[in-house]
């Protein structure tokens, strides 16, 4: 017991203090799920709201593999993104294996499934006369995109969350493509792995508590966003 | 009936739409005049809806050609461009997430208007609809009823060449039905607006229709005026569909001890009902009102209408007996087995039909002198 009170008091020490390594390591955690979460918006809303509204043949096989994608374990993402950037791998060339850039990737094939399978799910729950209530209307095309994606804002923001909190606390890729390195790519997840491993209990717990603080500030603020509107 | 409908502004030919192999609409021609309401009706599955979306350019048909004003669609004129001269109603009200008022001006947003123009052109329409008072209001928060309101002042507002509705009232409780219906009777006939309306509902398409169209397996069966469909069904299936009911086109004389006198074709009927003279009304007779008498025993005494006629046809339904009377204009009554072996009703027999007037429905079709104008 006497373990986790020290070790609790101790992470407060660091983290009022700011420990400038602590720092560092969230700074990092948050640029890099940060950006590959936008990455996998960027391209997760506009295929999700394709695939919800085209009929093509194939179509349920795609949407099983999303559905599947969703539930992609982060250690197989880290293995064939390893793979790919590796030395003599098709991408090796480009030097990115255990830069945060690589994370970033790793992150984006995690995240991308979720936000597609998300928004495919939100737009689908649009009733279908919708589309062509507002073709009638007089909708072009774009203006049709728009007002779908308006319609399915909220559950949207559930795509976000779930994308955003996926990548953030995962650690399987992260550490494999990463690498772990101090200073370059240690991040939350990974930093607390291995400081566990040393015994450093103290520093594993604040780094516990700062990524367990990040969750929930996120969630907060897109649920904040979320439930003002009833009436 | 409208004396100024004119030039076809809609109209579909030789539409065929075929789905897995199966032909969901055969519809050889169709189409909806200036300023005149075309109502469709027909049972579930009858291809009503395909047919409205076909001509409301949502729907491509497999065969045959719609045209707009005289114009082929696809020649000239993109169909966005042309759908900006149409609005919907459908059965679901289907509105944005947002505000009553935002919802109402969305097809001016659409068509570019900007906000405080869009706003201007749209209020008259929420007065109109009664739902003024809800312009701030979520649109999630509306009861069926404001949420249709509020779909039809969104139509309304583009000022469509042609409103075209989709079952705009089966989603609705009677009294909000009740209301809507009455309501969107009035501005139809204020407007003039050129209306196509989908309904399975005979009362509706005899109320608004100014031609109606019956439907059934994916063709159109019979169209022409409400009291000729209703009279005169052309086939057993749209018989058995509108119902055997007596429906008379005639015009209100006046008023007697209470009693509207009508003229229907060269006859007078005293029947219960509000209206002034010149104007149309249906009456509306359920044959099992019509009492049957011989010659000169004139029926009960308490009918107060009696009609001197000849026997058309005898047919037997089941335990009833369909007897059609010639009095000038057909008269179907259902009467039963005793009764006409003791009338002996047979082709030729000359009867007396009789009705109280409190068995007569009236339905008004406007007047003959009635003003026209857009609203607004």
Redesign the interface.
Known sequence: MELIWEGIRHALWLLFTADPEVLGITWLSLQVSGLATLASLAVGIPLGTLIALTRFPGRGLVVSLINTGMGLPPVVVGLFVSIFLWRSGPLGALELLYTPTAIVIAQFVIAAPIVTGLTLAAVQQIPPGFRLQMLALGASRPQLLWLLAREARLPMLAAVMAGFGGVISEIGASMMVGGNIRGQTRVLTTATVLETGKGNFDVAIALSLILLAIVFLVNWALTSLQQPRRA | MRADTGAPVLAGRGLRVVTGGRPRLEVEAVAVLEGEVLAIIGPNGAGKSTLL?VL?L?EPPTAGEVRFRGKPVGAGASL?AL??R???V?Q?P?L??TTVLRNAR??LT??GVPDPEADRRVRPWLDRLGIAHLAG??A??LSGGEAQRTSLA??FA?EPEVL?LDEPFSGLDPSAREALLGDLEGILRETGTTTILVTHDRDEALRLGDRVAVMMGGRILQLARPEEVFAAPVSEEVAHFVGVENILAGEVLGQEDGLLRIRVADRSLLVVGEGAAGDRVLVCLRPEDILLGSVPGAGPTSARNALPGKVVRVVPIGVLWRVVVDCGFPLVALVTRPAVEALGLEEGREVMAGFKATAAHLLRRGRLDRPRGRLV
């Open positions: 979306r409301g949502l966005l759908r900006r149409m609005a919907s459908f679901e289907l944005c997430d969305l097809g659409l068509r209001r979520s999630r928060t969104r139509a583009v075209l």
